[in-house]
């Protein structure tokens, strides 16, 4: 497995493989793998010749009062995960080499940021488009893969791929959960034991909604009202939104009849959370 330090050193590598007609897959993280990783990492490896994997923890999609600073990192063991999922390279640049001085382009999108996470985190995508452009221009995927779990970040990967003309084709993976449902993520180290429990509250609020859809509930507000009454039920939780949405626009929807996204984020203690779920009433 190779180590690429620099976006040049990267850009060589790539560029090389292509040349020898190496198709390149790439999987962009922040590190601290865990399982949600890996299944990205185990969904491209049959895919292309190159497997890459990004690690960065990209400054830009942090707002002033997020954890940049706190962001869990183990990068030795991120490593012999990688090279054990069959990884062929690490991109493992450092934010001045991403960043140098004087940098100043942003990729905005219009609309598809104005929705749920969006509203509370005002610059978070703006950032993630960004760094995304900036890795699909330096290790040139023609495929790259997101998991589900982020589910606008996603979306907004989809359309500035489109509105870019990138020839890449974007994948999604689904979402991985521990054995009693929690969504993993690198922020799940952040719990204590209590938090742990309360977090539990976002799946099975998940599974709430689908009862209820499946029992013949339509109205949105309806089972948000059920939902945030139970989340309130669990210690140290504090629900940022509960929405119901086109899976394609995130607008809101007024009635539960075609696929629905249902998207939450609650904060439990300090660690912001978030699940979602795409629910379809006919099934
Ligand atoms: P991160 O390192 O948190 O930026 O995540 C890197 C990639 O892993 C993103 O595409 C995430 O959507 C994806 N990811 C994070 N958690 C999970 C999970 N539980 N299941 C599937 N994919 C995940």
Same mark, same amino acid.
């Given at each position: =497995?190779?180590?690429?330090?620099?976006?040049? &050193? =990267?850009?060589?590598?790539? *560029?090389?493989? *292509?040349?020898?007609?190496?198709?390149?897959?790439l999987v962009p993280t922040m590190g601290y793998f865990h399982q949600g990783?890996?299944? +990205? =990492?185990?969904?491209?490896?049959? /895919?292309? &010749?190159e497997l890459v994997v990004s690690l960065f923890v990209n400054p830009a999609q942090f707002g002033p009062n997020e954890d940049l600073n706190s962001y869990p990192s183990n990068i030795e063991n991120d490593l012999a995960l990688a090279e054990k999922a069959g990884v062929t390279a690490v991109f493992l640049p450092d934010k001045k080499n991403i960043y140098p001085e004087n940098?100043?382009?942003? @990729?905005? /999108?219009?609309? +598809?940021?104005?929705?749920?996470?969006?509203?509370?985190r005002p610059v978070h995508f703006a950032g993630v488009a960004t760094v995304v452009t900036k890795l699909f221009n330096i290790v040139m995927p023609d495929i790259a893969i997101f998991g589900q779990k982020d589910y606008q970040q996603l979306q907004i990967i989809k359309q500035l791929t489109l509105d870019l003309d990138?020839?890449?084709? @974007? =994948?999604?993976?689904? @979402?991985i959960r521990e054995k009693d449902g929690l969504a993993m993520s690198s922020r799940n180290a952040y719990l204590s034991k209590v938090q742990r429990t309360s977090a539990l509250s976002l799946s099975k609020s998940l599974n709430l909604a689908?009862? /209820?859809?499946?029992?013949g509930e339509k109205n949105p507000a309806a089972v948000k009202n059920r939902i945030e009454a139970f989340i309130c039920t669990f210690p140290e939780t504090n629900i940022e939104y509960i929405s119901f949405c086109n899976p394609k626009t995130l607008e809101n929807i007024d009635s539960i009849e075609n696929h629905v996204l249902l998207a939450i984020a609650v904060k439990v203690g300090k660690t912001r959370l978030i699940d979602n779920a795409l629910i379809n009433p006919a099934q």
């Open positions: =497995m190779d180590i690429l330090k620099t976006k040049s &050193d =990267m850009r060589e590598w790539s *560029k090389k493989k *292509k040349k020898d007609s190496k198709t390149i897959c990783h890996i299944s +990205l =990492m185990e969904k491209g490896k049959p /895919l292309c &010749d940098f100043q382009t942003q @990729i905005k /999108l219009q609309d +598809l940021p104005k929705f749920l996470c969006g509203k509370f990138f020839d890449i084709k @974007i =994948m999604a993976g689904d @979402i689908k009862e /209820l859809i499946a029992g």
